[in-house]
């Protein structure tokens, strides 16, 4: 173990064991075979997948590595080591399978866009809340940021000089300046659904709504004009890349990967600040905004005229403003992220009673007007907790429904199952005391759900090829529409557990496209040594504000269970005082001044604790209670 860790036995709580103590340890158990069962039916012993011998394109190495993503974080919430083991096999696995189709070339994807370099992170990124002394994560933390730091000759990806990435589409191989006709054919089934990316396409008229990729003429005029316009560099989409830097500095804290995070923060603020407070979605190679756009701010890669809109530009603003905040404890870092939602929001109109906001902004201007909805604004508030970035999330209220807990009634088409960040701010708000036990229940009939089409004969992956339609939602995407089910063990893939992040960790699932899996307080078990709470234990963050943090405790067990809390998920906060009260209302409280501290649960028992917090007061880290950064073997240099 590190430093002396704190250690707090607080009264003994109340003996009636509530049903969220239970529903979590019965999803836990269920979670853990199921977790078994998927990897049985779609991965080789080796780790590789079961699919095709040959994939062409630049797209798809995110897709695998975002259905078996949450296998790290399983283990960092339950300490299972077979779950470990199993993250550990398939990570190599898909990576050398990838790099055998052609799209992925020493471990990183050789090129492609910081939407879906994000997506693919995540699975990278988790395995640091795991086991951190790791030389190979280690090793690859480093390498993969070197790649955007200017260091790697082989991916000269970012011009120190200007502080830009130079490309849209980046990766091991540097920057993509011009796109083939074979990088998006597997994509062409997907963006025949999307409007034209330019307005003055003469094959596919702007006004039509879509635009025909499979089209042969049309593919030719798109592909030409977006090596034209779109493919040199800088777009928003590429602050995801700050992850890179946060989850290399975690590992080595190394300064300059902090700093590269705030200097390319500030280049983009001084962007919007120079274009009337918007944020730009295209910079030139020579740093002038609209170079390739005729002097246009909008029209990039990812942008401002793409199918999604705000969401590809203010998910990667908040990706790095956190990230900013995270490694300098300054929360001035979240200006831009707060400047952007603000400006949306200024933006609105009324309609019908509601104010909405514009998602995209074509030649004849904003567009694309939408209920406004609190989702980002809340992820902001999470991370701050300031009062004002609360009052961002308030003023959106009667926009769109707060608190239906998403409950898989009917077939539920599956992404990450990142569904119920607002009526779990309802619920840490005082809005929604039933959200644990709804919630959990969700869960489970979401786990039946994907073991039910997992067992199917559309859940055979020797099957998909002639698979049109996953069995139960006949309303899907066709499986076939982008070539031979890509996107396949995602809908099939049972291993989501939102409701235990959100309820364990107190906090939102993660922003998908790149952004880290934060907490309000992590778990590590003292007798075994890893990460997570010790079986039968459950937890329930049901209040936070700037300073203070309640959570319950729950343990099943017949015996008194020890659990090490980190305030944080990355040990940024420092938890300065614990109280907690016996039943008949006498409180204990002890002074700690730790980002860890020791709690021994009684047998049977729930105890609630009040933590006050100093947040943002220290070095982030992936150092755990048992994994000093000082004992980690020495990077190896390469030759």
């Given amino acids: 173990m590190l430093a002396s860790v704190p250690c707090f036995s607080p009264p003994r709580g109340e003996t009636a064991l509530p049903a969220w103590v239970h529903l979590q340890q019965e999803l836990i158990v269920l979670l853990r075979a199921a977790a078994e069962e998927f990897v049985e039916r779609y991965v080789h012993p080796d780790g590789t997948l079961i699919w095709r011998d040959e994939w062409p394109g630049m797209d798809g190495s995110d897709d695998p590595y975002e259905a078996f993503q949450y296998f790290p974080l399983f283990y960092a919430l339950t300490g299972d080591e077979r779950i470990y083991e199993l993250a550990r096999k398939i990570w190599n696995g898909i990576t050398w399978q990838w790099t055998e189709y052609g799209q ?11 939407m879906h370099h994000g997506e693919a992170n995540l699975f990278h990124y988790f395995f640091g809340l795991t086991k951190p002394s790791s030389l190979q994560d280690r090793s690859r933390a480093v390498r993969f940021a070197k790649m955007y730091t200017g260091d790697d000759p082989k991916a000269q990806n970012f011009d120190a000089e200007l502080g830009l990435i130079r490309a849209p589409m980046s990766g091991s191989k540097g920057p993509r300046f011009e796109t083939t006709h074979e990088d998006w ?42 090596n034209e316009r779109t493919t040199r560099g800088d777009v928003p989409i590429n602050m995801n890349a700050s992850g890179q830097m946060a989850h290399a500095f975690m590992y080595t804290g190394d300064q300059q990967f902090a700093d590269w ?35 246009k701010w909008w029209g990039g890669h990812y942008g401002w005229r793409w199918p999604h809109g705000l969401l590809t530009i203010i998910e990667p603003i908040i990706n790095i403003a956190s990230n900013a905040v995270l490694l300098s404890g300054d929360t001035e870092h979240f200006s831009l992220a707060r400047e952007q939602i603000d400006k949306n929001f200024s933006l609105g109109r009324h309609n019908g009673g509601l104010w909405e906001t514009p998602h995209k902004h074509f030649d004849s201007g904003w567009t694309d007007y939408r209920p406004a909805n609190p989702y980002h604004a809340i992820h902001l508030w999470f991370r701050s907790q300031a009062p004002e970035d609360l009052e961002r999330v308030e003023r959106c209220r009667g926009s769109i429904d707060w608190q239906t807990v998403s409950i898989a009634e009917k077939p539920f088409s599956v992404k990450h199952y990142n569904t119920n960040t607002l009526p779990w701010f309802e619920y840490i708000s005082g809005n929604l005391p039933d959200f644990p036990d709804q919630v959990l229940s969700a869960n489970r009939r979401l786990l039946d759900q994907q073991l039910s089409r997992l067992r199917s004969e559309d859940g055979d992956p020797r099957r998909w090829g002639q698979v049109e339609q996953i069995n139960d939602y006949p309303d899907s995407i066709s499986m076939q529409i982008d070539g031979y089910a890509i996107h396949a063990w995602q809908e099939f893939n049972p291993l989501y557990f939102e409701s235990l992040v959100q309820l364990q960790w107190g906090a939102p699932m993660h922003i998908s496209h790149g952004g880290f899996q934060h907490a309000s307080v992590r778990y590590f078990n003292p007798e075994a040594q890893t990460p997570g709470l010790p079986i039968g234990v459950s937890a329930l963050v049901s209040n936070m504000d700037s300073s203070r943090l309640t959570l319950r405790l729950g343990n099943m067990n017949q015996e008194s269970q020890k659990v090490i809390l980190q305030s944080g998920a990355f040990g940024e906060h420092t938890i300065e005082s614990v109280s907690s009260s016996d039943p008949g209302g006498e409180q204990t409280t002890m002074a700690v001044d730790s980002q860890w501290l020791e709690v021994q649960v009684a047998a049977s028992s729930v105890v609630t604790l009040t933590l006050k917090l100093n947040r943002h007061s220290r070095t982030p880290s992936y150092e755990s209670p048992f994994s000093a950064q000082a004992d980690w073997v020495n990077l190896i240099t390469p030759r």
């Fill in 104 to 114: 992925i070339d020493r471990e990183f994807d050789g090129y492609y866009d910081w």
């Fill in 261 to 295: 995070v705030i200097r390319y923060l500030t280049s983009w603020r001084n962007r919007a600040l120079a274009n009337e407070g918007i944020i730009p979605d295209n910079v030139g190679l020579n740093g002038e905004v609209g170079q390739y756009l005729g002097g």
């Fill in 185 to 226: 054919i597997t994509h062409r089934g997907v963006l025949d659904t999307y409007h034209a990316p330019f307005e003055d396409m003469k094959t596919s008229p702007f006004d039509l709504g879509t635009c025909n990729w499979s089209d042969e003429k049309v593919y030719e005029e798109v592909v030409a004009l977006m």
